[in-house]
């Protein structure tokens, strides 16, 4: 019947004649009426026999028949406690129903109360009943009855410590009696599938066998709750048999359903001790069962249990080599099997990896590398070189690649630039997928915040976010809808912080990580390179830093070496001087008593002579003190030149001060040279001035793409130049800027931020010799002189006067009074020209504002006079003005101006000179 409406009516019918014969039983049963309530009984269960319901139907009046025969079980189990009529009584009134399908209810009713009651054994009483319930073959109304008698026995078999256990059976018997029910109701449910009916109810009737799988699932279920089973007996007496049944049964539903139930009801200790004869099962399946669920839902119970029991792993089993063969030999046997099928299993595959198995790389390399080989045998080619692929990945495919290549992400972050077939994968997938793999490396390296230290490492990164940097192949990068952009601005943010992970201690290898950083930085888009580089350009600027007080420190251990070199030499030619005129006066003493004692006490003359040698050798030893003197005079002549000349290594075997001459005649006799002077260094490839002129590269080559940026960051090179010691690089610098300013700026308001920045700039650099920032300051003047705009012109050229008056007294060529005032002269000449609106009042108060500052600051040239005939020119000019929001801002400026200076006049601290000046200011 396929109506709904007819199948609605009859449902109702068989409700309304279950709910009257139950009616009756329950007056029987009251009336402890035993015959009529099995009459009664009987007749409500005649409704079960029916063909007119769907299943879905069906089961609803299962359930409700259900309802009622709880009450004759209670009734049945009270009347044998009472001692009325005893449990194999009836037993055998159940039988004596002429109807099958009744008395079969009946009878396991009946029976589950037998062995409540514990008149008979069991197993006895079990086996009769599977025995009788072969005698409905309907394949619906057999699968509702096997289900009856699971339901009403659940509670009631043999099992390790229950009451049932011992004569009426063991665990054994009642694993042997519900893998008996299971067989039989699989079989029967398998049997609906061959069942006749038009083809175009197919689908029909393929859903409502789907909604009976429960019926047989639930003696899985059974199973799994018997205490008596354990990881041994699963192995040996379970599943085998329940494999077998899926296996032969040839059904795809069926085996797609009872192998995820099998997964999902056991423990997951079971399924480790299980694992190869389950994936035997596996591969056993029918070509048209999606095997990827099932093997899916099973890695992700034992990686969740193993993650949460790292013991639990077995020593002498590799999960990951049986599950990796289950998954070639599918792909192997199944040559149809799809392509995102195959990288699916892999992700599953990986992820199990992951968990159980989390340091080794050669699993999550072999299940990238097997995806891979997949593509490539499937006919689909890596996207390199910018050129288009010639097949277009399919959806799926990509959407299960991007899983497969976000599982390593998480949990090795930068350890997957050490996977050699991982960058190979990324390439297969569109450019935009790519990006989407990209982005989620940046989160995983910054969330770690693993420190970039490996040149290699550096490069390979770089090179795997190439999809950021640059645009699609295809075509090029819109700005798009805010969303886009915004979607922009956090992907050069990750970019940027990425450069400030880069670090390592040698400077040489920095440097390097960062000429690569460029390199790959410097390939993006224009749009890009503006926020990627300038990162790029301050972590440079920290490096020209270090490198710049390494190389002081080591100027500084050389000439202390070099002073201490000098100092030992002095010291030797001093100790061997007075070692010489020692030995000189000791030969004169010796030859004048010689002389003394008689020139013919020898005839030969000997004494004489003894006497003429003594006097050369005294000779001789006042002139080698003499040379020892003037061999010194040179060293300390070097020490005061102020040359740096790194000591020549002595050979060896010879002290280090006095060389083979002096080893030879007083070894030990000198003190040794400090080892500062003897170590050497270590030398640096790559000087702070390298690093700057890659700075000035890198500036040079963004400058006609983002003038105002690269004239920023000009700015920021000299300052740091500067500080550094650089004052020539330093200037060049300036002059870069100030070329970009000249060629490439061209807005006013541009122009005005630029002189703020080049003037504050200038003001902090301290290196400059007078002439060079003479000039600079001069330039930077005239640049505001000639801006378009007369407000802008007023307002910098009065900011340009603070370039000639350091706050330093100390500071050379940077305090000329006279053109400061020159400067707030042509200033006020300005502002008296810009008439519209009142604007020259709102200036010639700016003016006088920093007249103030400047007079303050003890400018000789800034006399009282100038500030009050300015502020009597301001009073004329405001007074000028209609009232309006604009003159009253103007007039609140003014008077905190005009209370300064009062505060000021009042101040009785104030220096002598400074109080005597404010003294003659007019208000």
């Known amino acids: 019947m396929e109506d709904p409406a007819a199948q609605q009516r009859a449902l109702a019918e068989g409700n309304k004649r279950v709910m009257q014969e139950a009616f009756l039983m329950k007056r029987a049963t009251d009336a402890s009426d035993t015959k009529s309530a099995f009459t009664h009984a009987g007749n409500m269960l005649k409704e079960l026999k029916t063909t007119q319901l769907s299943p879905r139907n069906y089961y609803e009046l299962y359930m409700k028949v259900l309802d009622e025969l709880r009450h004759l079980e209670d009734f049945f189990t009270s009347q044998n406690r009472q001692a009325r009529q005893p449990m194999v009584g009836l037993y055998e009134q159940a039988q004596a129903c002429t109807m099958v399908l009744p008395r079969l209810y009946l009878l396991n009713t009946v029976g589950a109360c037998y062995i409540l009651s514990q008149e008979a054994p069991a197993r006895d009483i079990l086996k009769d009943l599977l025995e009788m319930t072969k005698g409905v073959q309907h394949p619906m109304r057999g699968l509702f009855l096997r289900n009856y008698f699971s339901h009403v026995t659940r509670d009631k078999l043999p099992d390790a410590g229950s009451p049932y256990e011992g004569d009426g059976g063991s665990v054994d018997d009642s694993v042997e009696f519900v893998l008996e029910n299971f067989v039989e109701a699989n079989k029967l449910w398998v049997r609906m599938h061959g069942q006749k009916g038009p083809s175009k109810d197919k689908k029909r009737r393929e859903r409502e066998r789907k909604d009976l799988r429960l019926l047989v699932g639930t003696n899985l279920v059974r199973l799994s709750q018997l205490e008596g089973v354990d990881g041994a007996k699963y192995k040996t007496d379970i599943l085998p048999p329940i494999l077998e049944q899926v296996v032969g049964c040839k059904d795809t539903i069926a085996q797609s359903y009872l192998m995820d139930c099998l997964i999902q009801v056991f423990p997951d200790e079971f399924h480790l001790a299980s694992l190869e004869a389950f ?41 990951f080599r049986l599950l990796n063969d289950c998954v070639t030999r599918l792909v192997s046997e199944r040559p149809k099997l799809e392509l995102s099928e195959i990288i699916l299993m892999q992700v599953a595959l990986l992820q199990f990896a992951s968990q159980c198995y989390p340091g080794r790389l050669e699993y999550i390399n072999h299940c990238i590398g097997v995806c891979g080989r997949a593509m490539v045998s499937r006919g689909f080619e890596p996207l390199t070189g910018g050129r288009p692929a010639r097949r277009d990945l399919p959806l799926e495919c990509i959407e299960a690649l991007l899983r497969l290549l976000s599982i390593p992400l998480k949990s090795l972050g930068l350890g997957v630039l050490s996977l050699a077939e991982y960058i190979d994968l990324l390439h297969f997938l569109p450019w935009e997928s790519q990006k989407q793999v990209s982005l989620e490396l940046l989160r995983s390296v910054l969330s770690k915040e693993s420190a970039l230290s490996d040149l290699d490492c550096v490069d390979r990164l770089l090179g795997m976010i190439a999809p950021i940097l640059k645009d699609p192949p295809n075509g090029e990068r819109g700005d798009g809808d805010a969303a886009m952009q915004a979607a922009q601005e956090e992907e050069r943010r990750l970019v940027a912080r990425v450069v400030h992970l880069m670090r390592n201690e040698d400077t040489d290898c920095y440097f390097r990580m960062l000429v690569v950083a460029r390199r790959h930085l410097g390939q993006g888009s224009p749009s890009q390179v503006q926020y990627t580089l300038v990162p790029l350009v301050f972590r440079a600027l920290g490096l020209a830093r270090t490198i710049r007080a390494a190389e002081v420190a080591d100027e500084e251990q050389a000439a202390a070496a070099e002073t201490a070199a000098a100092a030992a030499a002095a010291a030797s030619a001093a100790t061997a001087k007075a070692e010489a005129e020692a030995r000189a006066t000791a030969d004169a003493a010796e030859g004048g008593v010689n002389g003394g004692s008689g020139g013919g006490a020898d005839d030969d003359g000997d004494a004489d002579g003894d006497a003429t040698n003594g006097g050369e050798n005294g000779k001789e030893g006042e002139g080698g003190s003499d040379e020892t003197e003037a061999a010194a005079a040179p060293a300390e002549g070097d020490e005061d030149s102020g040359e740096t000349v790194a000591p020549a290594p002595a050979p060896a075997g010879e ?28 030398p640096r490839q790559f000087s702070s001035r390298k690093v700057y002129q890659f700075l000035h590269e890198i500036v040079t080559a963004m400058a006609p793409l983002h003038p105002w940026v690269s004239l920023s960051l000009f700015l920021q090179c000299a300052i740091g130049a500067d500080r550094t010691g650089f004052k020539a690089i330093a200037y060049e610098f300036f002059s870069q800027a100030f070329i970009l300013y000249e060629d490439e700026l061209s807005d006013s308001k541009a122009q005005v931020r630029a002189l703020v920045s080049m003037a504050g700039t200038l003001l902090s650099c301290e290196g400059f010799d007078p002439v060079d920032y003479d000039a600079l300051a001069t330039k930077t003047a005239q640049y505001a002189a000639k801006l378009l705009k007369k407000p802008d012109q007023c307002r910098m050229v009065t900011l340009c006067s603070h370039l000639f008056w350091s706050p330093d007294e100390a500071a050379p060529g940077r305090r000329d009074a006279r053109r400061v005032l020159e400067c707030l002269q042509r200033s006020l000449k300005i502002a008296d020209v810009c008439i519209a609106g009142g604007v020259n009042a709102q200036l010639f108060i700016e003016i006088l504002n920093h007249y103030v500052f400047f007079f303050e600051a003890d400018n000789p040239e800034i006399a009282g006079r100038y500030i009050s005939g300015l502020v009597a020119l301001i009073h004329e000019h405001v007074d000028s003005l209609d009232p309006s929001d604009a003159r009253t801002e103007m007039e609140r400026y003014l008077n905190n101006t005009l209370d300064h200076i009062r505060r000021k006049k009042e101040q009785a601290d104030l220096p002598e000179s400074l109080g005597k000046n404010f003294a003659w200011v007019t208000i």
């Open 279 to 319: 994936l035997d099962g596996v591969c056993r399946l029918k070509e048209k069962v999606r095997v990827r669920p099932v093997l899916e839902s099973l890695m992700e119970r034992i990686g969740n249990y193993v993650g949460e029991h790292p013991d639990a792993l077995p020593k002498d089993v590799d999960a």
């Open 655 to 682: 002290s280090p001060a006095t060389g083979a001459e002096g080893a030879g005649d007083d070894e030990g006799a000198f003190p040794p040279v400090p080892p500062a002077a003897a170590a050497v260094a270590r």
